[in-house]
């Protein structure tokens, strides 16, 4: 069982940035892969970024290049997500997800079986 608390959601205006936290606890050793996912009211849940930690390869979302980036911090078993240039768009609860024993790691959040309880991100116009 992984076990992921979200932190770092905020409210900022347009221009403005946050950056993300998920912090990974329990048995970690076999994840494959860890993603950010958002979800705004009345839309579908929307792949972000994720990180293969096999290649340590990143994938990201037409909507956040150049303005997102993630990256671990691996002996804090944390992953972050920084955000720039945040549009009103952004607006959504972001959730980190993991993932064991996948060959590739996907922006499908029905891959990921490990969720955190969100984290609440508002950017006003």
């Known amino acids: 069982q992984v076990e992921l608390v979200e932190s770092g959601g905020g409210s900022v205006q347009a221009g403005g940035s946050l950056r993300l936290s998920c912090a990974a606890s329990?048995?970690?050793?076999?994840?494959?892969?860890m993603a950010w996912f958002r979800q705004a009211p009345g839309k579908e849940r929307e792949g972000v970024a994720r990180?293969?930690?096999?290649?340590?390869?990143?994938l990201y979302a037409d909507s956040v290049k150049g303005r997102f980036t993630m990256f671990p911090d691996n002996a804090k078993n944390t992953l972050y997500l920084q955000m720039n240039s945040l549009k009103a768009e952004d607006t959504a609860m972001y959730y980190c997800a993991a993932l064991r024993g996948a060959a590739y790691c996907s922006l499908d959040h029905y891959q990921y079986t490990s969720w955190g309880q969100g984290t609440q991100v508002t950017v006003s116009s």
């Open positions: 990180i293969s930690k096999l290649t340590q390869t990143t």
């Open positions: 329990g048995y970690t050793a076999s994840t494959s892969c």
